[in-house]
């Protein structure tokens, strides 16, 4: 009994003409996964949550309940904090851009989207002010002067660290639905 989804030799259906394959382009979408290190730090901050709420329970079996509740809030925030990290990103729809920051989220409409483009600049190495020679996916703007903008994706992020292959598909995603929608 063949298995067509294990094998090559199933018919592939016609390529569509769009370059973009999400049937529906109103969700928003992450264009690249979340990278090792921002899987990684948000893992030993789950870790570090169930230590947090192993002692909430230690505590409110010690009899002491308003402790507890506060350790258990301490918890919650934490995994709060992680599922957050999770979802920084670049995000795109057939809306706009959206850029998901740890505390702040943009969007941009696509009406306001003059290009997006890859440029060889100094960036933020993992967001510290220390800069290292990269590149990064940048967002020219109606509506501001690109100075006033900040890169959307850089190669020195959390999520794409050491991985310049992995940048360069996720820039191209981004560009591919930059051109697409920002026609019409």
Do not use: N
Not at 11 to 26: I, K, N, V
Not at 87 to 96: E, H, I, T
Request: hydrophobic residues 50%.
């Amino acid at each position: 009994m063949p298995l067509p989804f294990l094998t090559a030799d199933r018919t592939f259906e016609a390529a569509s003409e769009s370059a973009l394959p999400y049937d529906d382009r109103d969700r928003w979408r992450r264009p690249y996964r979340p990278g090792p290190w921002r899987v990684g730090l948000a893992a030993l901050w789950l870790l570090l949550a169930s230590f947090v709420m192993f002692a909430a329970v230690l505590t409110a079996l010690t009899g002491s309940l308003s402790s507890a509740g506060t350790i258990l809030g301490g918890g919650l925030l934490i995994i709060v904090g992680a599922l957050r990290l999770l979802r920084m990103g670049v995000w795109v729809s057939a809306r706009g851009l959206r850029q998901v920051g740890f505390l702040t989220t943009r969007t941009v409409p696509w009406a306001r989207v003059v290009s997006v483009r890859t440029v060889q600049q100094p960036v933020r190495w993992l967001g510290l002010p220390r800069t290292v020679q990269g590149q990064a996916l940048a967002l020219l703007r109606k509506d501001r002067a690109p100075a006033d903008t900040p890169p959307l994706l850089t190669t020195h992020t959390l999520d794409f660290l050491g991985r310049p292959a992995a940048f360069d598909r996720a820039a191209d995603m981004v560009e591919a639905w930059a051109a697409e929608c920002g026609r019409g």
